[in-house]
């Protein structure tokens, strides 16, 4: 039988906007490293009694319920007292945890104050998750039928417990056998990627395909699932390849595969360097580029021409162009990509200009319109593109995952 789990994350700060959980996230990667896929996951406020109905909904779900959040010093950190009301059991004091706590604080050169004392109570009848990065120990229980393991909600602190103490309690647990598998696609929308690939998308189906969307980039999840890891393995990648055969050159990458890591590998193989110039992504594109380790043997230049004056005197921009065209016009791209190409000394160069917003538009130039060009050897070609008048921070998202695109395709012709 397939052993299912259920997250809950805790706290005020994650359901105000304050805080992004990146918690459950990881923890349902790493769990479904283990063929334990996640039916459940919740944000819960600092509150005893939601806390406790959380567990007790989650405990009707799944084996193994894994809690983040509220095991810190504070009255708003509710967690401990939650897992002991859903136990019925009562908090006790571990001596042997405070003399961890106060080694820990004088190890820091910090004074121990008496609230942290509330942190060597546990429920009774669980033990510790030992917390070696902070003051914070985890809460572990387990009976015949559940594990329960709450962690601190700091994502360091929570990883280390995870990995260390409760990962390996899990590697055996699992009788299935999930195959997880993912394809990165650009270059179309999410529902022309599901009307291309039909009923493979069923729900009913094994493998069965999820879709995300991020910022242009869709990942198609195709989890296979089977009584033994083999079949698992051969039931995705036959998948895999009739999708390879439907998708063709949208696909760029597969799972943990990034746009500029795959524009790095093949600029590496071809042995071509690139620079870029960027106006309204401000660095962003040399950043994503950079952030690849290696990127050095292919990355040359980087400029960020954000002014008029910086595309003529750094790039070489003909200052009658940007009177007549435009600063953000085809003619103004096509001379940035050009002048950076020459600057560099580059095989390739990468030019965007456009408005961001929220300001600066108009009827003729709205926002969320983009030039993006991209020079080589042998010619120099310009797109125009309008991402509509979304936040500023997606459309220079955008624009940058839509550049590293079209240098993609450029380099596989």
Not at 38 to 66: F, M, Q, R, T
Not at 136 to 165: C, H, L, N, R
Not at 371 to 396: E, H, M
């Amino acid at each position: 039988m397939l052993t299912k789990a259920a997250i809950i994350s805790v706290g005020n700060e994650l359901l105000n906007g304050n805080t992004v959980d990146t918690n459950s996230n990881w923890l349902e990667s790493r769990l479904l490293t283990v063929s334990i896929p996640v039916i459940h996951s919740c944000a819960i406020i600092d509150d005893i009694d939601e806390i406790k109905n959380a567990i007790e909904y989650a405990s009707g779900k799944a084996d193994v319920i894994l809690i983040t959040g509220g095991l810190g010093p504070t009255d708003d950190d509710l967690t401990r007292q939650a897992i002991a009301k859903y136990l019925d059991v009562e908090l006790e004091y571990h001596p042997e945890i405070f003399k961890k706590i106060e080694d820990f604080f004088i190890s820091i050169n910090r004074p121990l104050v008496e609230k942290n004392r509330i942190q060597a109570y546990l429920p009774a009848g669980t033990s510790e998750i030992e917390n070696d990065l902070g003051t914070a120990p985890g809460i572990f229980y387990q009976d015949d039928k559940k594990i329960i393991a709450s962690f601190p909600g700091v994502p360091s602190e929570m990883k280390q417990m995870f990995d260390k103490s409760i990962f390996p309690k899990l590697q055996n647990l699992s009788t299935g056998n999930l195959v997880i598998k993912k394809i990165k696609c650009i270059g179309a929308g999410e529902s022309t990627v599901a009307e291309m690939i039909g009923d493979m998308m069923a729900r009913d189906r094994n493998p069965l395909i999820n879709c995300t969307v991020d910022h242009g980039i869709i990942t198609l999840h195709i989890i296979a699932n089977a009584a033994d890891k083999k079949i698992a393995e051969e039931m995705a990648a036959k998948d895999i390849k009739k999708l390879q055969h439907i998708l063709g050159p949208l696909i760029f990458g597969y799972d943990n595969q990034t746009l500029a890591e795959v524009v790095g590998q093949e600029l590496s193989k071809k042995k071509k360097t690139l620079a870029t110039a960027e106006s309204c992504t401000g660095g962003l594109i040399s950043k994503m580029i950079t952030d690849v380790p290696g990127s050095s043997d292919y990355f040359t230049y980087g400029w960020i021409t954000y002014s008029n004056e910086a595309k003529i005197s750094q790039l070489g921009v003909d200052k009658k162009l940007i009177e007549q065209f435009g600063a953000v016009s085809s003619e103004v791209a096509s001379a940035m990509a050009v002048g950076a190409r020459k600057k560099a000394g580059s095989d390739y160069s990468i030019a965007v200009t456009g408005i961001a917003g929220p300001g600066g538009g108009t009827e003729q130039k709205p926002v969320g319109l983009v030039y993006i060009s991209i020079a080589g050897p042998n010619s120099v070609k310009t797109d125009k593109f309008l991402f509509g008048s979304r936040n500023r921070d997606f459309i220079r998202l955008r624009s940058c995952q839509v550049a590293l695109n079209l240098l993609r395709l450029n380099l596989c012709i």
